[in-house]
């Protein structure tokens, strides 16, 4: 079973530590944890050519990647969507298919205009019709500020866009988080959107904190293991650990990603993409 990991955690794990983040030493942690995949966060084409090499030495495949960009204005969209094609024709002949964007919010938890979530929907539209062309896909992310005001913005970016050019990137905790810790919210996204999942982002958290594995705790992931499974979706797996104030640390991180991987594979093994 394909299992990745986002380079997030493992950046924040060195910054604990008190260490510069070492990415060839994360890959071979996430490698001796049992992790298959790598999925990092790219700024720059220059950038994947030590991506590749590093993945490639520690025995991770990739098939997924986080790019940035802003597209709430005309000027932004173009420069972001410039970059993201950039990095996807890096990425490509490395086995990257699916990228990964969560436009950038405004300073400060601002609302974006309406005229803004429209520029910005058209962009995003745009950049999935061009990747698509290419056989890559562009999955839509979200964190905290997306859900506000009714989740406005997380709903515009699917409802105005087609299904075959924007998918979506579903990171159940930052949806649960962001709805103010609701399943409720959670599962209705699954029944709307669920053909459209392409990828999982997984964290869990107890008593409304970060945990430090995937495993039982505020969400319940049975039920989107399950409401996955009935609508036949099956997306690509992603781990993506992340530590807050009050996040328990009573294991090294490897052995916190290995007890995730044999939690997730139980419960995420038959739909696994």
């Known amino acids: 079973m394909f299992i990745g990991t986002n380079v997030y955690g493992w950046t924040q794990i060195a910054r604990a530590e008190g260490r510069d983040f070492d990415r060839a030493r994360a890959m071979a942690d996430a490698k001796a944890a049992g992790l298959t995949g790598w999925e990092d966060a ?20 990739m ?18 969507t410039e970059t993201a094609l950039a990095i996807a024709a890096a990425m490509m002949p490395h086995g990257v298919t699916r990228f990964i964007s969560n436009p950038d919010p405004l300073p400060g938890g601002a609302l974006k205009s309406d005229a803004e979530l ?14 698509a062309k290419l056989g890559a896909e562009l999955l839509f992310h979200t964190h905290a500020p997306e859900m506000q005001a009714s989740a406005r913005e997380f709903h515009h970016m699917l409802a105005a866009t087609d299904p075959a050019a924007v998918k979506l990137c579903l990171d159940v905790h930052w949806v649960y988080r962001g709805t103010g810790d609701s ?29 430090e594995t995937v495993g039982d705790g505020d969400l ?4 989107v293991a399950g409401m996955l499974a009935e609508r036949a979706v099956k997306p690509l797996i992603v781990l993506e650990h992340a530590y807050e104030e009050g996040t328990p ?21 038959g739909i696994a993409g």
Not at 183 to 211: C, F, N, T
Not at 220 to 223: F, G, I, K, P, S
Not at 249 to 269: I, Q
């Open 42 to 61: 790219v700024r720059s084409a220059d950038d994947v050519a030590g991506i590749a090499a590093d993945a490639q030495a520690a025995g991770l495949a």
């Open 63 to 80: 098939r997924s990647a986080y790019v940035f960009g802003t597209f709430h204005t005309e000027a932004a969209a173009r420069a972001s």
């Open 118 to 131: 429209r520029v910005q929907a058209k962009a995003l539209q745009a950049l999935g019709e061009q990747l």
């Open 183 to 211: 399943m409720v919210a959670l599962e209705d996204i699954i029944r709307l959107y669920g053909p459209r999942i392409s990828e999982l982002h997984l964290r869990q958290s107890k008593g409304g904190v970060w945990d």
């Open 220 to 223: 319940d992931l049975a039920t």
């Open 249 to 269: 640390r009573t294991m090294d991180p490897v052995a916190a990603h290995a007890a995730s991987v044999a939690y997730v594979t139980g419960l995420f093994g």
